[in-house]
């Protein structure tokens, strides 16, 4: 029996998944995988039983993941699952930052005594006209699972669309409209585009890039939305870009003490993936992983170790060695195998960064004493007999 721990409220769709082999627990100290969806785990304690900890969505900084990948335990997110309902907020964000319709709603209920309003609203209204998205240009970064489906839907809609990823996979350039024109730079989107949508990862490199330089590129009057993380952007630069008008409008899926006070802020409380489409979907995509991965030693979607996928395994055995990617681990761990009297049938090495992973099919099962030697080879991390 595996145990299965739920740190947050995962939708059914992904726990009736579960095989009779499973079991929900509330103790997670007994658990072998773990699935969250928001829930913050940097202070958590695991032990040595969790393998896998499985994120109901794309974002991982609720989770450590250095410190899961020295303990071998494999993260997994479920990119792209929540892409449809992301993708048609950030275009009702454009609407509404292209259309005052919130000003617009504000004054009906303002004024919904007034026994003349459908007389008085035709010359309020021009208080709240705006423009039509037809036409304009849209400045998408990152054109990953979300990043893409916006690109292609304001294509759709009659927008230039300039796309920007400098690290595009083949897959999500496949997907791209042939509208959508792929840019080298994303100085020319700060520099031509009339919206842009930031769709890109939290990292050091991406903190605060949308700040002073990047607003000072850009046409007055320029619409800014952000659905990806909320230290993409620098709240005191967008601030003083707000008041001074050289941005219209900030949209925002993440409200905070700064951002819901600035005037020409159009602030959503995070609702991107808040459908219910969204949460089952990634769930189910969540349970899927990590299944996959506790009854196979597969790895997709994993975010601190390299995806790797060897199918079920068709021989007497299967072994998982997780190591720090250091020269002669290939070699010291097949001599391990070799001096037990153990063939090889298969095996796949990957790598990512300073961690690795190798799977190796056996056609005859190692004993417990050549199991030990596998994990006493130095730099060696867990090894998992997963048959």
């Known amino acids: 029996m595996r145990n299965i721990h739920c740190l947050n409220v995962i939708s059914k769709y992904g726990t009736d998944l579960l095989t009779q082999e499973y079991e929900l627990v509330q103790d997670m100290g007994q658990a072998e995988g773990v699935l969250v969806r928001s829930a913050a785990m940097h202070d958590m304690e695991f032990g040595d039983s969790l393998l896998a900890i499985a994120r109901a969505g794309a974002g991982v900084n609720n989770i450590p993941l250095e410190r899961c990948a020295e303990k071998g335990i494999v993260v997994f997110n479920t990119p792209g699952a929540n892409a449809n309902g992301v993708k048609e907020l950030v275009l009702a964000g454009m609407l509404l930052a292209a259309r005052d319709v919130v000003g617009g709603i504000e004054w009906c209920k303002a004024n919904k005594e007034d026994a003349d309003i459908a007389k008085t609203v035709e010359k309020a209204k021009k208080a709240f006209a705006g423009y039509e998205i037809k036409g304009k240009k849209l400045g998408v970064i990152g054109l990953g699972a979300i990043g ?32 959508v024109k792929h840019i080298t730079s994303v ?4 520099q031509e585009c009339d919206y842009i949508t930031v769709h890109v990862p939290l990292m050091d490199s991406t903190k605060g890039m949308i700040g002073e330089k990047s607003l000072e590129q850009m046409k007055d009057g320029v619409v800014v939305l952000n659905f990806s993380r909320d230290r993409l952007v620098d709240d005191d630069a967008m601030a003083a870009a707000l008041k001074s008008g050289k941005v219209r409008k900030y949209v925002t899926d993440f409200p905070n003490p700064k951002s819901v006070n600035m005037e020409g802020v159009i602030a959503i409380p995070h609702l991107g993936a808040s459908t219910e489409e969204s949460e089952d979907n990634c769930a189910k995509m969540a349970v899927e992983e990590m299944m996959d991965y506790l009854e196979n030693g597969n790895i997709r979607n994993s975010v601190n170790y390299p995806n790797c996928d060897m199918g079920p395994c068709r021989t007497v055995s299967r072994v998982a060695v997780m190591h720090l990617n250091i020269p002669n681990m290939i070699g010291q761990v097949t001599g391990t195998l070799a001096s037990g009297n153990v063939n090889i049938s298969d095996m796949t090495n ?6 690795a992973y190798t799977l190796l099919d056996l056609e005859s099962a190692a004993d417990e004493g050549t199991i030990q030697k596998l994990s006493e080879i130095k730099g060696v991390l867990r090894v998992r007999v997963i048959k």
């Not at 927008?159 to 791209?176: C, Q, T």
């Not at 100085?187 to 700060?190: P, S």
Request: proline content about 2%.
């Open 148 to 179: 893409a489906e916006v690109a292609n839907a304001a294509a759709s809609l009659g927008m230039e669309v300039y796309g920007y990823d400098p690290f595009i996979s083949v897959n999500a350039a496949w997907g791209l409209s042939r509208d």
């Open 350 to 355: 990957k790598s990512r960064d300073k961690f």
């Open 187 to 190: 100085d020319t989107i700060y």
